[in-house]
């Protein structure tokens, strides 16, 4: 479980997320975080959150926001919130260290996926930054923070998780794992 003040930091990249706020701090409306990323480039593809929203306020750096197919530079001081159901994408694409807030609400596990992000990464789990597909599924299936790719119709990205998560399971996949968060999910 996340607590304020928690720093995890990622191994290979030298990024750090910094818990402000956690679920359990607002009583599951929001959480925040503190990211500071080193890295260039997208960590994640495009995709889109069902229930939640997002606002970055960038502290330092410069933040590109991919919405709605638009791209805009976010510069020190601003902010910009990403409504739920909408695809996009958030990344430093600068050689410049970028420092920004990230506000997720509501929280729901949220920071669960996060601990487990940097926990596979720690264990060599995620070559490359990616969790590969089938940990992806299993998280898609069991996680409440549901997020889908933006480039894959849903639908296809539903049959897919609940035909290949379910065995994956037996296999040991979770989507939370009780080494990283102390929970199993």
């Known amino acids: 479980m996340a607590t304020k003040g ?4 990622n191994p290979i990249t ?4 910094e818990f402000l706020e956690t679920s359990q701090d607002t009583q599951g409306k929001r959480m925040k975080i ?5 890295t260039k480039g997208m960590l994640v593809p495009h995709h889109f959150h069902v229930l939640q929203e997002e606002t970055f306020e960038v502290l330092t750096g410069k933040l590109t926001i991919v919405l709605e197919n638009k791209t805009k530079i976010l510069s020190v001081g601003e902010q910009i919130t990403l409504p739920k159901n909408m ?6 694409n600068s050689d410049a260290t970028l420092v920004i807030i990230q506000t997720v609400s509501p929280a729901l596990d949220f920071e669960y996926l996060m601990e487990n992000l940097i926990g596979l990464t720690k264990d060599g789990k995620m070559p490359n930054g990616k969790a590969g597909i089938v940990q992806e599924l299993v998280s898609l299936k ?3 923070s549901k997020s889908f790719l933006a480039n ?12 290949v998560a379910p065995i994956a399971r037996l296999f040991g996949y979770r989507a939370i794992y009780k080494k990283y968060s102390g ?3």
């Open 87 to 92: 695809a996009h994408n958030h990344y430093n």
């Open 152 to 163: 894959i119709p849903v639908f296809i990205q539903k049959i897919m998780m609940n035909v």
């Open 183 to 185: 929970i199993e999910k």
């Open 34 to 38: 503190k990211m500071t990323l080193k």
């Open 142 to 144: 069991y996680l409440e």
């Open 14 to 17: 030298g990024d750090t997320y």
């Open 6 to 9: 928690q720093i995890l930091e």
